[in-house]
């Protein structure tokens, strides 16, 4: 009994999350209007992809689409090579003040990112990189979350190991680089997904930055569309659609690294 209980919990707990996606892409496929009858329908009377050739053709949404891309592809590798930098220096590189200065980083957890926006922005500004794609990159060129993780996965890397290279002469970034970065695969893949997740869909920061129209990122441009076709609901669905599934086909491809990346961390952290 205690197992059916659990069993219908979690098929109930799943399809309230997942209808509203699959409902999402029925109204993306209906004809403009046809959501607004009451009560509304679940289903397209007859499936047509109007509402996608009307965003591609007129709306511009190919354009954001590779700027989502481009910047989310971008801040992955950067977000990647300080990250991981960073958090093997404090793992497993003595310097002074590395205790210090982690406890420091760690502190700032605690503040909310919104807080920092403002005077990171007036410093972009005297930067001269407002309305700029480098000035979107910024706060996403390291993050004190990432080194954490990265820090905690390579602590599991055995001590006798690097020295054992060391004793063979191999200098610390050929260590780095044959013998460090291949164990840490999968946090790589896993905040590689985190980092590019978290840009794709991250819209207060490129709404801040960004004036110029043709460089929004696609949740921009979409909440920007929103506000000219209120009553489309069929379009901006499409335009939802259009959002979540790159990142959800990124997600289901790479799933298992992701798992394994936070399940060994977990474990051997």
Request: a positive charge; zero cysteines.
């Amino acid at each position: 009994m205690k197992k059916l209980i659990l069993n219908a919990l979690m098929v109930l707990a799943g399809f309230v999350t997942v209808f509203p996606l699959v409902w999402m892409v029925a109204v993306s496929l209906m004809r403009p209007g046809e959501s607004s009858a009451y009560p509304p329908p679940l289903l397209p009377a007859q499936a047509t992809l109007h509402n996608y050739r009307e965003l591609f053709a007129n709306a511009g949404i190919g354009r954001y689409l590779l700027n989502s891309l481009l910047l989310s592809s971008a801040a992955t590798a950067l977000s990647l090579m300080f990250n991981v930098t960073a958090g093997y220096a404090f793992a497993k590189l003595r310097f002074r003040g590395r205790e210090r200065i982690f406890r420091t980083l760690l502190a700032t957890l605690v503040i909310p990112g919104q807080v920092a926006m403002m005077p990171l922005f007036l410093l972009l500004k005297h930067m001269g990189l407002v309305n700029t794609y480098a000035g979107v990159l910024v706060p996403a060129l390291a993050s004190v979350f990432g080194i954490f993780l990265v820090r905690q996965y390579a602590l599991s890397i055995p001590d006798a190991l690097l020295e054992a290279a060391r004793m063979d002469g191999a200098g610390e970034w050929r260590i780095f680089r044959t013998i460090v970065l291949p164990l840490l695969g999968p946090i790589l893949v896993t905040l590689a997904i985190f980092t590019f997740l978290g840009t794709w869909n991250d819209f207060m920061w490129p709404l801040i930055v960004l004036t110029d129209k043709d460089m929004y990122t696609l949740p921009v441009a979409l909440a920007s569309l929103s506000r000219e076709h209120v009553q489309d609901n069929e379009l901006m669905m499409a335009g939802s659609v259009l959002t979540i599934v790159p990142v959800l086909l990124l997600f289901l491809g790479l799933q298992r690294y992701y798992i394994q990346g936070l399940l060994v961390g977990s474990v051997k952290g």
